[in-house]
């Protein structure tokens, strides 16, 4: 790169010590390329001479034949030109860009400023120290200038610069920019921001983006530039509490036991007491070990291994903390979530929750109301759609480690991934524990389930009908439990019509009724299994997460998927409750197979064609699998003892 070359050229190691020396400051830039921010940041780029003399010839040759500038050089034209890099197949589109100055490191991340572009910003955001927020001096503050701060107070960003820009088509005019001041310091006043700069600017002109403006002599502050290198950003992650989640547990042979992993926030020195979680142990750290040797303390950033003077118990994904100030242990949170796909956030529907170094099953219990970024205002809402941020109460299987977000952000974040295709589908950050629910233990009683599956001489489990609405499963799953109650099995039948009279009377058919349905059926199911039962479930289940969810409630072996699967017209010429004459009229909304979708099971353990199948011969196929597989026979079952 130009202005160090000379450096790198004549001294490599001294340039590379340098650069290690030097602080870093990690921002954002708000604004859409309307407002200048692509020549903003080309600006900045160029003029600390970070741009590949390579990128420099060809900007000079591109600015003269498609810029908007005459023979000067175009800006956006360099910014656009990188973006175009890296347009292929990236979803969440973030351009981070590296330049130095002799002063510090910047790590600058572009996102798109649209709104539907909100989870763009999150993601540059998230490890921002501060962000600037393009205004044009002509149109002031706007919407968008409002939902960026949102979300960068919402993302924990801490320093504001307003760069208030196109000072050159407003006549340089001081009263503009107090007057924007004035309003900006009154809107973001309980948004937390530690430093508000409103630094007036020409990027196009360059006016005090690196060299002081003449014609602003009114303005005493800092040029962008001089902002950026001085304010202190101290690292907030070396003054948090010391957190270390744990990676892996390193243990070589039997006389050495290491916890390895990166340290999230803080400092550790041998000798510290330290609190490993969420069960709560305690012990001193004997030794910090790296590949380069020991260490005395290790700070935040840092791959470490950790010994410990006992020996306590610590897998992978707990975190190691300093024990008076440790993080706290739970499974029930509110938090804030910012949806990220297409498919929307209902609560119910099983997620994996990924907090630093922990992936967790759970799901939202209660969706309290929704954000709107543009307003600020609170609504209600059934369901987060993309780009939506909600505030939620979630609940996990098992409890984590975490800070709330806005202690430290590295412990009170979490992203949120899709159990079926691992995709990422939101973000979210922890604002604090729900205690409700934490007290509450499950009783561990006498008699229990292999106690009376042993009485009932059966294995317990259940036989979960999925498909179409007519396509047999309530036809099949009656003769099938005629045939066991024959045998003398002990079973119970839950039928999808019979449950929505009692128990699920308040739900409807939109996606987050029927996630809820499914998964009141599945408690219901796990509490029959328990009692020993052989359960037969008849519900249209269309989604693949719930049901899954079912299978992952219930022990290995108890859970039985069978397909019934129907073409849908043959469904609908059998139609035996005539819904399919009046989803066809249009009487009946959200109806499977018409406006609502069935997702078919992939592999499901039994699968029963029924154009091709009589019913009964269904209900031999589904007994011969039960008997194949050890579910009818005392020999067979396999749970083990009694009382
Ligand atoms: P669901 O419970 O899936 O909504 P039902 O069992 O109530 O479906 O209805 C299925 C209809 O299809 C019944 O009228 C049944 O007699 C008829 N049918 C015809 N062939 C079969 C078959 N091979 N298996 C199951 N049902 C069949």
Known sequence: MSHQSDLIADDIKGYLKAQEAKSMLRFITC???????????????????????????????????????????????????????REQG??????????STDKRKFIVADTPGHEQYTRNMATGASTADLAILLIDARKGILTQTRRHSYIASLLGVKNIVLAVNKMD????????????????????KDFGFRTIETIPVSALKGDNIITKSAAMAWYAGPTLMAHLEDIPVGDARQAADFRMPVQWVNRPNLDFRGFSGTIASGTVRVGDTIKALPNAQESRIKSIVTYDGDLDEAVAGEAVTLTLEDEIDISRGDVIASKDTPPEAADQFEAKIIWMADQPMLPGRPYIFKTVNKMVPGHVTDLKHKVNVNTLEHTAAKQLELNEIGVCNIALDSRIAFDPYGENREMGSFIIIDRINNTTVG?????????????????????????????????????????????GKSTIANIVEQRLYARNRHTYTLDGDNVRHGLNQDLGFT???????????????KLMVDAGLMVITSFISPFRAERRMVHDLLEDGEFIEVFVDTPIDVCAERDPKGLYKKAKAGEIKNFTGFDSPYEAPERAHIHLKTDEVSAEDCADKIIAYLEGHGYLSAEGFTSGGGI
């Not at 009683?445 to 292999?450: A, E, M, P």
């Open 90 to 99: 990236i979803t969440i589109d973030v351009a981070y860009r590296f330049f």
């Open 511 to 525: 996606d987050v009724d029927r996630v809820e349905n499914i998964r009141r059926v599945g408690e219901v199911s």
């Open 427 to 471: 973000v979210g950050m922890i604002d604090f524990a729900l205690r409700r629910a934490s007290n509450i233990h499950w009783q561990a009683l006498d008699v229990n389930k292999s106690a009376r599956a042993t009485m009932k001489l059966q294995k317990p489990a259940v036989l979960w009908f999925t498909g179409l609405s007519g396509s």
């Open 31 to 85: 604004g859409s390329v309307d407002d200048g921010k692509s020549t903003l940041i080309g600006r900045l780029l160029y003029d600390s001479k970070m741009i590949f003399e390579d990128q420099l010839a060809a900007l000079e040759s591109d600015s003269k034949r498609l810029g908007t500038q005459g023979d000067e050089i175009d800006f956006a034209l360099l910014v656009d030109g990188l973006a175009a890099e």
């Open 169 to 188: 088509l407003m006549d340089y005019s001081e009263d503009v920019v107090n007057t924007i001041d004035t309003e900006y310091r009154e809107f973001a």
